[in-house]
């Protein structure tokens, strides 16, 4: 049974910085793209980043060049948050895949972490 768990949500003031963490098991594909998701209140689930086995990254473009996306192996994969704002406040959800894609569509992965929140404050 494959299992996914986040960690590392809080509250941070604008301009802050959050590391997310996301934990495996179960979960052997190396070889398959991770990636993060967020929904805010009222708002569609969206992909922000994913990455390939090897390394590669993909951004959604709001968060490109503040958000960093990294693995290890098919173990832990974490995302960096630097300079966050308050339209970043949202539930994170770490999602794995059964192929080598990186789509930000979220039926294309197959496991969901249970979410962490995130709220930024102005």
């Known amino acids: 049974q494959v299992q996914l768990r986040e960690s590392g949500g809080g509250s941070v003031q604008a301009g802050g910085s959050l590391t997310l963490s996301c934990a495996t098991s179960g979960y052997s594909k190396s070889t398959d793209s991770m990636g993060w998701f967020r929904q805010a209140a009222g708002k569609e689930r969206e992909g922000i980043a994913c990455v390939y086995s090897s390394g590669s990254t993909v951004y959604l473009d709001s968060v490109e060049g503040r958000f960093s996306i990294s693995r290890d192996s098919a173990s832990w994969v974490y995302l960096h948050m630097n300079s966050l704002k308050p339209e970043d406040s949202a539930i994170y959800y770490c999602?794995?895949?059964?192929?080598?894609?990186?789509?930000?569509?979220?039926?294309?992965?197959?496991?969901w972490g249970q979410g962490t929140q995130v709220t930024v404050s102005s």
């Open positions: 999602a794995a895949r059964r192929d080598v894609g990186c789509g930000r569509d979220p039926t294309d992965f197959a496991y």
